[in-house]
């Protein structure tokens, strides 16, 4: 299994629009990526402009296919990423669990 840990840092003022369109994401993958077995977003306590995505799938093949996606091409890449100022993504190797 491989976990995708993405940092959105959202502009001032767009976090709700950012928190709207990942609610909107997240039935997609789950409707249409059997290969993605956990799809979390989270806002942190300290920074309330700072969104973390928490994904699980089953290697990075699954991971490439979740870019190419309509879903993805139109939600993150066309409505989120806009409204960013960075974003950095780290990739991680299940060892437990």
């Known amino acids: 299994m491989i976990v995708l840990v993405a940092r959105y840092h959202v502009k001032e003022g767009n976090v709700d629009a950012v928190i709207g369109a ?8 789950a ?3 059997p290969e993605c077995s956990l799809y979390f977003a989270n806002r942190s306590h300290d920074d309330p402009n700072l969104i973390l995505l928490y994904e699980r ?3 990075m093949d699954a991971i490439a296919a ?3 996606t309509p879903h993805f091409k ?3 890449e066309g ?5 960013l100022e960075n974003r950095e ?3 991680f190797d299940t060892v437990v669990g």
Not at 22 to 29: Q, S, T
Not at 79 to 83: A, F, M, N, Q, T
């Open 22 to 29: 990942l609610k909107e994401m997240a039935p997609l993958v």
């Open 31 to 33: 409707e249409h990526e």
């Open 57 to 59: 799938y089953t290697d």
């Open 66 to 68: 979740h870019r190419e």
């Open 74 to 76: 139109e939600i993150i």
């Open 79 to 83: 409505r989120i990423v806009p409204l």
């Open 89 to 91: 993504r780290e990739f």
